[in-house]
């Protein structure tokens, strides 16, 4: 379970997130963290939250953002929201500064047990060799935490994750893992 002021740690990617505010502070209306990512640290894949507004707000370092096919490069200060439902891609984009920033997402969901799950299912190295987990797991996962690809419509994805998952889960995947969200 997420605490306010706990981080947690990537140690494929190096990413950090410390918590500032959870959705059990709040009700549900936010989540607040500090993301650290190190030299050319990325999302690697374009993607959705058809359900939440996420707001990137750069501490120090730069953070490139492609949305709606527009690119932005951000430095300390600047801010950038990016609606629900809107595609979109985050890097840091120095080759040698490290990249603090911090996201809100609006409402909170259930966004916090998403980043326990990935980033335990990495450090068990139950992912691809590049750290992104593995097809039948995000099967498993995608309609839990309503994070979609940017591309195919989000009802084919919401299909497929309810048959593919489901067989993923016949496979021995899930989409929550008690031990990374204790």
Known sequence: ???KGETIRNKYTGEQITWIETSQDNGGKALSMDFYVAPKGLVPVRHIHPNQDEIFEV???TLKVEHNGEFKI????DIVTIPKG???QWWNNSEKEPLEMNIKLKPARNSEVFFEQLFGLVND???K???SPKFLQIMAMS???EIYVAGPPIAIQKAMGFIIGGIAKLLGYKNYYKKYSE
């Open 1 to 3: 379970m997420a605490n």
């Open 74 to 77: 951000l430095s300390k200060g």
């Open 129 to 131: 060799p590049d750290g």
């Open 143 to 145: 309609n839990k935490y």
């Open 59 to 61: 501490k120090s370092g």
């Open 86 to 88: 809107d595609p979109h």
């Open 125 to 127: 190295n139950k992912t």
